[in-house]
């Protein structure tokens, strides 16, 4: 078996800071959170966000899980072509 050591990669060099669309959405939906009184409203908005979270985590895990696949068998690759 290969001896396959975890890099860790800080977070900051990843460029992972908001953009004005999502400035705008931000200030928009927490205006409309703001304004209801309607506490039915506020759950259904609150469900509706988590949902949105949830399926951005799970899209982020599937791209990891992919990227990691494609980076080991990169160094698959190179650690076979570097024994030949």
Not at 60 to 70: M, P, T, Y
């Amino acid at each position: 078996m290969s001896s396959f050591e975890p890099v860790n990669v800080p977070l900051e060099q990843f460029d992972i800071s908001l953009t004005l669309e999502d400035e705008f959405l931000q200030a928009r939906i927490a205006g409309d959170i703001d304004s209801s009184d309607n506490i039915d409203e506020l759950k259904e908005a609150a469900k509706k966000l988590l949902t949105v979270a949830i399926a951005r985590q799970a899209a982020i895990r599937g791209l990891c899980k992919r990227l990691l696949e494609f980076e080991t068998a990169a160094l698959q690759n190179f650690n076979t072509d570097e024994t030949s």
